[in-house]
């Protein structure tokens, strides 16, 4: 699962399922024999090489990525899914390594050094590049613009190159749990209030730089992969100002003539709860241009079409993301492989599964009525770049996708199931009631039929503070008007984004019946005569 927070609010109750209130549904005999290829030995047959060491991690962009789509789509045409993008079952990604061609920093004319005094991160850097010049900084704390602290108050910014902090907020008391999404929209607030005043270029105070390691240069250095989706380029043509991380030396240069230090002001500001913005007159020029380099990224595919020939047209898309983040080289201990045998190889392997189950129900003469999309997506954890594909290049037509119902995290106990009498028969259901009371009531009657697994809503909770629904791939797809359904098992802590991630960890009874009730929730929906309708706001509350 991907860390990042990507937008705000949530409006629905939260409640725990019980089953024994939701009026079952008639138990269909083919789904459960079907079913049966939804199974621990045949997950721990897909997720034991999915996670293994040989795939690196499969990071995006990487061999170990490309060893994993390969492997898919194998599995996906040896079972009789057929290729849905022009006969392939590979939606191709257009994604670049950014590497930094040239850059060039100089403080009252002396030139400072590349990763020792100041970084550049290509992939902020313009197509065209960036020079500029300045005899005057105007220095803004750390830009945090509220209602009862302003970081801007009295200060012109127009046109002007700012110095700031890279990160914290003086008004937030030391140990206090930060409300992410909260500390998101100031972010996007003051990226367009730096907009507004055409801000010539920003410099970032940054201790990271004081502490860059042998490991953390060559990763720079070997550069950065980005998707350049519609929105991302979109993105950038909007917040298109040059960025440059400097040394706590560096800032101290800057902040020489002012008879202050970076360290100074930060016990300042915090201590006054006041602002110290003030202008500094010191030259300083900066430039920087970058590369562009085409790398190997795809999103796979396998396409099973219905058997109704009305019905067929209308699709329920699969979906659980196949990358993890890779090799950690400074990762303590003598394993530096994160496996992500949880996140997300458990939910690509309850994919697979699936795949299985419908493709045996087609050959046997009873295949769902509906076309089903098994998709395994990557760019999960750089930022939901392949459902954020896929979702701007549509292989199937939005207004005909009825569904989609993701897998993300299947495999494990969450910690706050550890010790309990649920903790082998639980799943967070996330998001199924954010667009379709049609779904959420599906989703119960399905369970109270078949699995019988406790359902459990709390990241529905509009103050999650993880902000849980707009961190998987489903939200992509809820963004469209699409009904979702999120399944996740709750391991933030354990093992996660770790090497410890391993599949010697992994609960296989408890990943099959996760995906067996996917399954069965899917063979519902496939099968059913109407649609779910879309009913509610996508924040839980009924259309007006």
Known sequence: MNKKFL????????????FGQIKPLPANKDAIKFSKAINP????????????????????GTKGAWMAADYIRDYFKSIGLKGPVDGSYFQKINLVNVT?????????????EYQKDYIVSPSLISDNGFTFSTDQIVFVGYGVKKDNYNDFNGTDIKGKVVMMFSAGDPTI?????????????MLETRAKYFAENNVKAIILIDPMVDRITENTKQAQNKGRVMVKTNAAIEAQKQNDIP????????????????????ADLQKKIVESQAPASQVLNVPFSASAAKNEASVRCENVLGYLEGSDPVLKKEVLILTGHYD??????DAPGSDKINNGADDDGSGTTGVLLMAKAFTDAKKAGKGPKRSILFMTVVGEE??????????????????????????????????????KPDSANYIYSVGSKMLSSDLA???????????????????????????????SDHYNFAKLGIPIIFYYDGMLQQDYHKPGDEVSKINFPLLAKRAKLTYFTAWELANRAKRPVVDMDGKGNPKK
């Open 441 to 471: 009531n599906i989703s119960e009657q399905v369970n109270a039929t078949y699995t019988k697994m406790k359902l459990d809503y709390k990241y529905d909770d509009p103050k999650d503070p993880e902000q849980i629904y707009y961190r």
């Open 100 to 112: 930094l061609k040239e850059s060039h920093v100089t403080v009252n004319g002396q030139p400072k």
């Open 41 to 60: 030995d045949n997950a721990y047959k897909h997720l034991s090489v999915l996670a293994s060491d040989e795939y690196e991690g499969r990071e995006t």
């Open 382 to 419: 750089k930022g939901l770049w392949g459902s954020e594909w896929y979702s701007e290049h549509p292989v199937f037509p939005v207004a005909n996708t009825i569904a989609d119902l993701n897998t993300d995290m299947i495999g494990r106990t969450g910690e706050e199931y550890l010790g």
């Open 243 to 262: 960025r440059i991380s400097i040394s706590t030396a560096v800032a101290n240069d800057l902040l020489k003539g002012a008879n202050t230090t970076a």
């Open 324 to 329: 993890h983040i890779g090799i950690t080289p």
């Open 7 to 18: 937008t705000l609010g949530l409006a629905t109750l939260v409640t725990a399922s019980c």
């Open 173 to 185: 008391k030391p140990g206090t749990r930060i409300d992410r999404a909260a500390y998101r929209a």
